[in-house]
């Protein structure tokens, strides 16, 4: 009887872009390591909404933020887990690499890309799948609380917030960080390591 490969969960919102370098990074590990990345959505504006001492430019930035992660999660409910990863890039590339708007014509370029419909883009102005948007969320927040942003793995039956990295390791360097991660993540009592952040997201 052949074993299951393993599966990494990894919770992202398209606009944060240490989730993406993080999303870049699994994805380079899980090429050179035997394992596999389910995606899910969660979701900074509803992580932050009733915080009231943020920057202003970072309630802008929640403000834009809505109407990705409501298409995201219309598009899985309706089309299935499988397109939240073609879609995310799609989303990514564009909100990060070619510092595009995060706006209904980016929206619609982006699934159009993923082999989506362009009528999902309708979803970021609704809160229609809002319910399913918390309950994806908190599948995720609720195991690393609310002290963190994204990303978020769970991996072993452990979940905690990062890696945060930049640039994102390629090759054999991102599989040594996996190992890493399960390291920590094999460590019974295992919480946090930390340092502050001393270079800006470098996309190269």
Request: aromatic share 10%.
């Amino acid at each position: 009887m052949t074993e299951s490969r393993p599966t990494a969960d990894f919770w992202f919102d398209p606009v944060c872009p240490w989730a993406w370098m993080a999303s870049r990074w699994i994805l380079n590990a899980s090429e050179v390591r035997d394992f596999d990345v389910r995606w899910h959505v969660m979701s900074l504006a509803y992580l932050n909404a009733d915080k009231e001492d943020l920057p202003e430019s970072y309630r802008d930035l929640l403000q834009q933020a809505w109407g990705p992660v409501r298409v995201a999660i219309a598009a899985e409910q309706q089309h299935g887990n499988d397109v939240l990863l073609p879609l995310y890039t799609a989303l990514g590339n564009r909100f990060h690499l070619e510092d595009k708007p995060k706006d209904r014509a980016t929206i619609v370029e982006a699934l159009d890309e993923a082999g989506l419909e362009a009528s999902l883009a309708d979803a970021a102005d609704t809160d229609a799948f809002d319910e399913a948007l918390k309950a994806s969320h908190h599948a995720g927040m609720d195991q690393v609380g609310y002290e963190v942003g994204t990303p978020v793995i769970s991996v072993e039956g452990v979940a905690f917030f990062g890696p945060v990295v930049s640039p994102a390791p390629k090759g054999e360097a991102a599989g040594v960080l996996w190992d890493g991660v399960l390291a920590v993540a094999g460590t019974d009592g295992f919480f946090e390591l930390k340092r502050s952040r001393t270079r800006s997201p470098n996309f190269d």
